[in-house]
């Protein structure tokens, strides 16, 4: 891959002089002679090597390096650089100030306007009959004082502290609540030498915990870390010059920081590191494949043995234990204060409305709604286009009614209409975000839409915008939705899936060809899980690049754990090829995902089963004396091929009216079809159509 450009050289013999750089056109005018020869640059890759390249090459490739280099270098006057550098440098300018300004000009988050002073927060509360947003501040000047120490007046801050500085920033929570935080200047703070990494629980390892108490009979409980930040001591000597946020009495004096505060550098890592050590103390362990998911060995009244957990995303910890009240109250509680209000069966978590239900088997269940998160987008979409309306503009607006997120034959790197303003393409981005976390919890049936109109974030148009709007319309008409967590066993056709013979194969001289497990894994305890997958890919979707799309998704027992629809990153010359791309994909997940599973202590329950529609992929893959015909596939077909050798998944046939993976990489119409796969996927959407 290309790293740098380092030195060039020029052959006199071959490239056009200084007299003859100009030529006359028809018309008798003096122009620039456009011409690259005689040139070569040696550009550095990333393994070390060097090498020379015609310039003529390197300018279609890395425009931009080759005239920063020739700038740098003052070659930029020469006959085979004039005639282009300046265009290219000017169209950089161009493109990062244009960048520059949308993200200057940020307005809203969830639809929400965002206030940028605290007289702005007061006239936004005018506006809307309310005082959200200064009773938000009122509370956060509260909550900081435990972190600071203000000196007395003309009192200078101890040897050793540095001096930082601190603003307001102002927020939208993801349940839309307003939020102001005092925060550090942490852009402006020296980087400290060692890591600022702070993780949180991945949402897959939250459904895991979910579908496995279920499976276990196990009970969930939630709770919040009240000021969490401010609950660690931090690992920095900063102070600050108190301004009038900190109160009139205060403003002027020297105030010591002593705990982790937002917006400086090491704060979340302050937090994490402060709840970690908590965690330990109390005797649990981190799991390796996700170091956010604590767990400890216990054991039900029956004598039966089974995992605990603690998931940690920042402040919100669930609990999933026999008895998980203890766990939050008499342990962690112990240590960190609670909000009391939260401690109890998850009801909202990360944005997601949590319940229990109960199968027509009589199974009791977890279940994801993400209704109320969806109506209250689309009540901010609305209200932001009310308002323009009124304002006059009239360009965007909801449909009455939408049976499917998009129009299925439209093309987003096709549409030509005119490129959003600032302000607009601002708007557009946080529309996406908003999806994207939709997409998160659980709506499924806009994962490929939202992919798609995610690749334009970076010169948005009219016609995006309008796109986009369309999926709001659709989750207007179907914003009922429940991802259900079904722990019950899948039903799996053996025939389908029959164990074969690799001993004549490529693998045959292998000595006990079998999965390797990983050696630190913990004891397995409790009930496992059967792992399933269905895969599809959209040969050359891209019209623009020709790259195909990749979808597939993930269960454990009855349980949708993941989902993926992604472009390809190269293009290939077949649908065959797409189609074992995209298996090997899901088959590179699944041997992430039972890693996962065994290190949480979890049974992993025979292989996992893969289903695909593209009957040659599946020859390849699954028959040993298979051999294959395209050699351009062939990393993906040895990989494939051992992990099935080491009964690590098995692969079968499924038609494609049946594959569900179809939802995540075509834009399916309205019908029998689309209904289908999203009322198995997810509850409630087109229950009443």
């Not at 454990?556 to 298996?583: D, H, I, P, R």
């Not at 593209?614 to 040895?638: E, G, R």
Request: hydrophobic share 35%; glycine share 6%; net charge positive.
């Amino acid at each position: 891959m290309f790293k740098a450009i380092v030195d060039y050289k020029k052959d006199p013999k071959v490239a056009v002089s200084e007299e003859k750089s100009y030529v006359m056109s028809k018309n008798g005018q003096r122009r620039t002679r456009k011409t690259t020869k005689g040139w070569k640059l040696m550009v550095l890759w990333n393994d070390g090597t060097q090498s020379w390249i015609d310039l003529s090459v390197l300018k279609e490739s890395n425009p931009v390096d080759v005239a920063e280099f020739a700038k740098a270098h003052h070659i930029d006057e020469e006959p085979a650089f004039r005639w282009w550098v300046p265009y290219t440098l000017r169209k950089r300018d161009m493109i990062i100030s244009a960048v520059k300004a949308r993200v200057r000009k940020t307005t809203h988050k969830y639809g929400i306007e965002i206030p940028t002073s605290v007289e702005h927060a007061k006239r936004l509360d005018a506006q809307n009959g309310n005082n959200l947003w200064m009773k938000a501040l009122s509370k956060e000047m509260s909550n900081i004082g435990v972190a600071v120490e203000v000196l007395a007046y003309g009192v200078l801050a101890p040897p050793g502290y540095s001096k930082v500085t601190g603003h307001l920033v102002w927020d939208v929570k993801m349940d839309f609540t307003r939020k102001a935080r005092w925060v550090l200047d942490g852009h402006k703070t020296p980087d400290p030498l060692y890591s600022q990494y702070a993780g949180v629980v991945s949402r897959e390892s939250v459904r895991i915990a979910f579908t496995y108490a279920a499976l276990n009979n196990l009970d969930v409980f939630a709770a919040d870390i009240r000021n969490a930040y401010l609950q660690a001591p931090s690992s920095r000597k900063d102070y600050i010059i108190c301004g009038p946020e900190f109160g009139l009495e205060n403003v002027g004096k020297v105030a010591l920081i002593h705990r982790a505060l937002y917006g400086g550098k090491t704060a979340g890592r302050d937090f994490r590191n402060h709840l970690r050590a908590c965690m330990h103390h109390l005797d649990f362990l981190s799991c390796p494949a996700d170091p956010d998911v604590w767990m400890r060995p216990a054991m039900k009244d029956d004598g039966s043995e089974y995992w605990e957990y603690v998931l940690l995303y920042t402040d919100d910890a669930l609990c999933v234990s026999m008895n998980p009240e203890r766990v939050l109250r008499k342990e962690l509680g112990k240590y960190f204060e609670l909000k009391e209000e939260s401690i109890g069966p998850p009801k909202i978590y990360l944005g997601s409305n949590v319940r229990k239900v109960e199968l027509d088997t009589g199974v009791q269940c977890w279940a994801f709604g993400s209704s109320q998160y969806v109506q209250a987008a689309v009540k901010n979409v609305e209200s932001y286009l009310n308002d323009r309306c009124k304002a006059g503009d009239e360009r965007f607006k909801l449909k009455p009614k939408a049976m499917t997120p998009m129009q299925t034959s439209y093309r987003p790197e096709l549409d030509v209409s005119p490129e959003l303003e600032p302000s607009d393409a601002s708007y557009y981005q946080s529309l996406i975000g908003v999806l994207r976390w939709i997409v998160e919890l659980g709506r499924v049936d806009i994962c490929l839409e939202c992919s798609l109109m995610s690749s334009q974030l970076a010169m948005p148009r009219v016609g995006h915008l309008h796109q986009v709007l369309s999926i709001f319309s659709y989750l207007k008409s179907h914003h009922n939705a429940e991802l259900v967590l079904d722990p019950t066993f899948p039903v799996i056709d053996a025939a389908g899936f029959e164990r074969k013979d690799w001993s004549t194969s490529e693998f045959g001289h292998i000595e006990n060809l079998k999965e390797e497990l990983p050696p630190n894994q913990p004891e397995p305890k409790g009930i496992g899980f059967v792992t399933t997958a269905k895969v599809d890919a959209d040969h050359a979707s891209d019209t623009t690049t020709r790259r195909s799309r990749t979808g597939f998704f993930v269960w454990v027992n009855g349980a949708l754990v993941y989902w993926m629809a992604k472009k390809q990153t190269a293009v290939e010359s077949s649908s065959f090829g797409s189609e074992f791309c995209a298996m090997k994909l899901c088959c590179e997940y699944l041997r992430g995902l039972r890693y996962k599973l065994r290190m949480m202590g979890i049974p992993v329950l025979g292989p996992s089963f893969i289903y695909g529609d593209n009957k040659s992929v599946l020859a390849n893959t699954s028959i040993p004396d298979s051999q294959l015909k395209k050699k351009s596939q062939s990393i993906a077909y040895h990989f494939i091929r051992e992990g099935a050798a080491k009964d690590e998944w098995r692969t079968s046939y499924v038609n494609t009216h049946e594959n569900d993976a179809d939802l995540l990489t075509k834009q399916l119409p309205y019908g029998q079809k689309r209904r289908k796969f999203v009322n198995r996927l997810i509850h409630h959407v087109y229950e009443h159509n």
